[in-house]
């Protein structure tokens, strides 16, 4: 029992959400999902030598081996 009361309003919400018009502000909403920029949005110096490993975008974190590539080509 009580389960119509909480399904009632969830149906209320969502016909509102739902024919409610809104004009909305995705200028504000970009900033509310950034965050605060305490440092100027500048990499902290403990992080930067992390933040140059990881800016190639080409280099996918593995060591090229290609030893390994050979030695299972070989051995088929």
Same mark, same amino acid.
């Given at each position: 029992?009580?389960?119509?009361?909480?399904?009632?309003?969830?149906? *209320?919400?969502?016909?509102?959400? *739902?024919?409610?018009?809104?004009?909305? &502000?995705?200028?504000?909403?970009?900033?509310?999902?950034?965050?605060?920029?305490?440092?100027?949005?500048?990499?902290?110096?403990?992080?930067?030598?992390?933040?140059?490993?990881?800016?190639?975008?080409? &280099?996918?974190?593995?060591? &090229?081996?290609?030893?390994?590539?050979? &030695?299972?080509?070989?051995?088929?």
């Amino acid at each position: 029992m009580g389960r119509g009361r909480a399904k009632a309003k969830q149906t *209320k919400v969502a016909r509102e959400l *739902k024919y409610r018009s809104v004009d909305t &502000d995705f200028a504000s909403l970009e900033r509310e999902l950034r965050g605060p920029e305490t440092n100027g949005g500048r990499i902290p110096d403990a992080y930067a030598d992390l933040a140059d490993d990881y800016s190639d975008p080409d &280099d996918d974190g593995y060591a &090229d081996d290609d030893d390994d590539e050979e &030695d299972a080509a070989g051995s088929r």
